[in-house]
């Protein structure tokens, strides 16, 4: 079970940029895996945003953050990052890492890092 910790959330204004990043618990090392970025907005499932395969050369962005999000990652550092741009009040929620692409197939969720976009 790949254990893993998000951060880099925040407030931020309408249009501004945060970049997050996603990292193992442990001594876990992730080139071996696809990692996902997932959110779950107040009163909403939780939805995929983006996920990268585990050399990086392959990656699926979801329509609603297309041409503003980007995954990507570095193996040497062993993280996963998503930068936002563009940011829109409805980026709001809490946002997630984890194994995969599919939230059905995810087995295990940390606590997530808080992404508020108010002006």
């Known amino acids: 079970q790949l254990q893993l910790v998000e951060s880099g959330g925040g407030l931020v204004q309408p249009g501004g940029s945060l970049r997050l990043s996603c990292a193992p618990v442990?001594?876990?090392?992730?080139?071996?895996?696809?990692i996902g970025w997932f959110r779950q907005a107040p009163g909403k499932e939780r939805e995929g945003v983006s996920c990268?395969?585990?050399?990086?050369?392959?990656?699926y962005d979801f329509a609603d953050v297309k041409g503003r999000f980007t995954i990507s990652r570095d193996n040497a550092k062993n993280t996963v990052y998503l930068q936002m741009n563009s940011l829109k009040p409805e980026d709001t929620a809490v946002y997630y890492c984890?194994?995969?692409?599919?939230?059905?197939?995810?087995?295990?969720w940390g606590q997530g890092t808080q992404v508020t976009v108010s002006s």
């Open positions: 442990g001594f876990a090392t992730l080139d071996r895996y696809t």
């Open positions: 990268i395969s585990g050399r990086g050369d392959s990656s």
């Open positions: 984890a194994e995969g692409c599919y939230v059905a197939t995810v087995d295990y």
